[in-house]
């Protein structure tokens, strides 16, 4: 696969502020690429699949589609699946868990590549923003430049994310547990923004992020 030259992965764990510093990078007039966003375009394209697997249980109540059922034979009509109910049904099973990232992360994988190679040919620095990029297969799926990880301590990613989400410790921790320990992540990304204060503290993360940024690629 080609070594995506210009492209810089961008990972983290739930609650460890990811989202924040790509929004940051995009007011530095950074390209960024949003796994999640094609993530969510992808299930919606292959809802009839993913309820084929799991069981109607996982379709919001309220989106009902009577050609949906003519279309895949199941008895709902409803067409949207709610992603609450399917990661509370896949976080801490991991053989479900791999059978949704074998229907979706191909599709994801594709799509992602294939804007990436679009952003290649300005020669300018971008980013994939992509949690689950090392347990997704890391530079293997997605040959990029680098890796920059945001990063937090567990603890302080499970406060952020009970109080954002309002979800019980026991629902976090198994999100947590489903990826790989931030702890090694740090270890093996190429850059490190640290967020573990408040907005400013990483506003000022990121902008030394940029600089340093700036100065590492810029004979690439």
Known sequence: MET????IALTGCIGSGKSS????????????ICADTIAH???????????????????QEDSIKQDFANKTG??????????KKLGALVFGDEKARKDLESILHPKIQERILTQAKELEK????YFLDIPLFFESGAKARYPVAFVAVVYAPRELCLARVKKR??????SINARLDSQIDIEKK???????????????????????????????????
């Open 4 to 7: 995506l030259q210009y492209a």
């Open 21 to 32: 510093v790509a929004s940051l990078l995009k007011l530095h007039g950074y390209k960024v």
């Open 41 to 59: 375009e992808v299930l919606e394209s292959c809802a009839g699949e993913v309820v084929t697997r799991f069981g109607e249980g996982i379709l």
């Open 74 to 83: 199941a008895k709902a009509t409803n067409t949207t699946i709610d992603r």
């Open 122 to 125: 300005s020669r300018v620095p």
């Open 165 to 170: 989400d309002n979800l019980d410790e026991k």
């Open 186 to 220: 740090r270890e093996l990304a190429d850059f490190v923004i640290t967020n573990t204060n408040d907005v400013r503290e990483l506003q000022n993360a990121v902008e030394d992020f940029c600089t340093h940024l700036a100065r590492f690629t810029q004979f690439l």
